[in-house]
């Protein structure tokens, strides 16, 4: 038998605590994919090098279905959710673009929506409060967060939180997860620890960008997720967080150490380091992924990059595409793949979602008539677009535009 003294043992069971504390608190997601890139270098090239296929999907427009623009769109085997900014409504509509119903939600709602696809409930937030809805339009029921932070639906009653927040009430703890897995509003899980009290990146340095905070990953079990000032894109499943990508650029698109450590950058005033550093990139944002086909956008001052600082990037030959240079031919009928160009709904926006095979944006009907106008081939179009070009009006409902990357390029 071994025979421990007490001050041995308390050695032991300090080691001990230690370990657990660093593996089940402090643990990073295991090592990401390096991809290396240089933006200056990105291919401009015909739509027909780069994608199998571009459909044009118009809305239809009706007096009750009219709406400005899409702010978030959700793809379901059925149909396109798409949430209107401006009259605080969800529509849904076909995919072959058909109205089918719309509905008002709260006006003091944020933005967008989030879809719980096992109860096919579309759900609202309103501070912590959780606004669920059927696709039918009926509000369910009205539940408080189990957690601060954006959710996640997975399958199972599992459900995903990421939350940032610095020298903020809602934290006792000094070190904190950014990104928690909850069943049955119990948590099991977390990720991404950061000191609640003395991080250098306070909850006023970090810059948004017009999107709610997951990215669709393809299936119900994997969304993709980004942060600011990093240059990692994440992978979010029910069994953990891993670091998919790291991408690796130049020095002058680079944040300096020092960005990290120097005082007068703290407390809301990095927005000044990037206007003075246009180079800079402030991290990445709009990640899908069809295949070994990626698509992202590298965030820097006012798209100061080029061509909406958008990108396609090909996982196995390391080919890298700005979208905003992909030029139009018969395989878009010779009208752009996206409004870059001629509006702002994808420079503001960029690709809406991914249902992993198809990557979608939209384009407004007043730019796709005046696209038309500008082209100078003669071109055999769809019989919705047909339909689009000879009764449509600048007044009508955007056009959802699907493209399917090819598989190799």
């Given at each position: ?9 308390g050695?032991?069971l300090?080691?001990?605590?230690f370990?657990?504390v660093n593996?089940?608190?402090r ?6 994919k390096?991809i290396?890139i240089d ?19 118009p809305?239809?427009?009706t007096?009750?279905?009219v709406?400005g ?6 793809i379901t085997?059925d149909n396109f959710?798409?949430?209107d ?8 509509f076909s ?6 119903k719309k509905?008002?939600?709260g006006?003091?709602?944020s933005?967008?929506f989030?879809?719980?696809k ?5 759900i609202?937030l309103r501070?912590?409060m959780?606004?669920s809805y059927?696709?039918d339009g009926v509000?369910?029921?009205e539940v408080?967060g189990?957690?601060?932070g ?6 199972d009653?599992r459900?995903?939180?990421?939350y940032?927040?610095?020298k903020e009430s ?18 099991y899980?977390?990720f ?5 009290k003395t991080?250098?990146?306070e ?6 960008d017009?999107h709610?905070v ?11 997720y980004?942060?600011?000032?990093d ?8 069994a ?5 990508f790291?991408f690796?650029?130049?020095l002058a698109?680079?944040?300096?150490d020092?960005?990290?450590t120097?005082s007068t950058l ?7 380091y990037?206007a003075?550093n246009?180079?800079g990139v402030y ?10 086909v ?11 990059l ?12 390391g080919?890298l595409v700005?979208?905003?240079?992909i ?10 793949v996206?409004?870059?160009?001629e509006?702002d709904?994808f420079y ?5 979602t991914?249902?992993n095979?198809y990557i979608y944006t939209?384009?407004?009907a007043a730019?796709?008539?005046k696209?038309?106008?500008k ?6 179009y ?5 339909n689009?070009?000879?009764k449509?009006?600048r007044?009508d409902?955007?056009v959802?535009v ?8």
């Amino acid at each position: 038998m071994f025979n421990i003294n007490r001050f041995e043992a308390g050695i032991i069971l300090h080691i001990i605590a230690f370990l657990i504390v660093n593996v089940c608190v402090r643990a990073q997601p295991p090592s990401a994919k390096e991809i290396r890139i240089d933006p200056a270098y990105a291919l401009s090239v015909p739509a027909s090098e780069v994608l199998d296929e571009v459909t044009y999907i118009p809305l239809e427009t009706t007096k009750e279905s009219v709406f400005g623009y899409i702010y978030k769109l959700f793809i379901t085997a059925d149909n396109f959710i798409i949430y209107d900014k401006d009259t605080h409504s969800i529509l849904l509509f076909s995919k072959a673009g058909k109205f089918q119903k719309k509905f008002p939600i709260g006006t003091y709602d944020s933005p967008g929506f989030l879809v719980n696809k096992q109860e096919n409930e579309i759900i609202t937030l309103r501070g912590s409060m959780l606004n669920s809805y059927g696709f039918d339009g009926v509000k369910k029921r009205e539940v408080r967060g189990a957690f601060p932070g954006n959710p996640y639906f997975f399958p199972d009653n599992r459900t995903v939180y990421a939350y940032y927040g610095v020298k903020e009430s809602v934290f006792r703890d000094t070190i904190v997860n950014e990104v928690s897995l909850t069943e049955n509003g119990k948590r099991y899980a977390e990720f991404l620890p950061y000191n609640s009290k003395t991080s250098p990146i306070e909850t006023g340095d970090w810059v948004t960008d017009n999107h709610y905070v997951f990215y669709e990953g393809g299936n119900d079990t994997t969304i993709l997720y980004c942060r600011p000032y990093d240059y990692n894109i994440y992978s979010i499943t029910p069994a953990g967080v891993t670091r998919e990508f790291s991408f690796i650029l130049p020095l002058a698109n680079t944040l300096p150490d020092t960005f990290f450590t120097t005082s007068t950058l703290q407390k809301g005033n990095r927005r000044a380091y990037f206007a003075a550093n246009k180079a800079g990139v402030y991290g990445i944002s709009f990640p899908y992924r069809s295949g070994n086909v990626l698509f992202f956008k590298l965030n820097s001052w006012e798209n100061s990059l080029g061509n909406g600082d958008s990108y396609m990037y090909h996982i196995k030959s390391g080919t890298l595409v700005s979208v905003g240079g992909i030029t139009e031919d018969e395989i878009s009928y010779f009208l752009p793949v996206t409004d870059l160009h001629e509006g702002d709904e994808f420079y503001n926006r960029n690709f809406l979602t991914s249902d992993n095979q198809y990557i979608y944006t939209s384009i407004s009907a007043a730019n796709l008539l005046k696209l038309k106008d500008k082209s100078l081939h003669t071109v055999s179009y769809p019989e919705s677009l047909r339909n689009f070009f000879k009764k449509g009006s600048r007044l009508d409902n955007p056009v959802i535009v699907a493209l399917k990357p090819k598989k190799e390029f």
